[in-house]
């Protein structure tokens, strides 16, 4: 789908783990709300750690 974030909603069934849509813009309140995890402060760290990095490759090498 292109897409670099997303939420996917899935159920459970007989045959295994189903998604029943693929959310653009997700929504984590209800994830955070169950696990007690900062879903969104997680993603922004992953980011801010990571978008460093590739941008010294890129300069590195053009």
């Known amino acids: 789908m292109g897409l670099e974030a997303a939420g996917i909603d899935?159920?459970?069934?007989?045959?295994?783990?189903?998604?029943?849509e693929v959310n653009s813009s997700p929504g984590l309140r209800g994830i955070e709300e169950a696990t007690g995890v900062n879903v969104a402060g997680r993603i922004i760290n992953y980011i801010e750690e990571n978008v460093g990095s590739a941008k010294s490759r890129r300069?590195?090498?053009g």
């Open 10 to 20: 899935l159920i459970r069934s007989s045959r295994g783990p189903l998604v029943l």
């Open 59 to 61: 300069k590195d090498k």
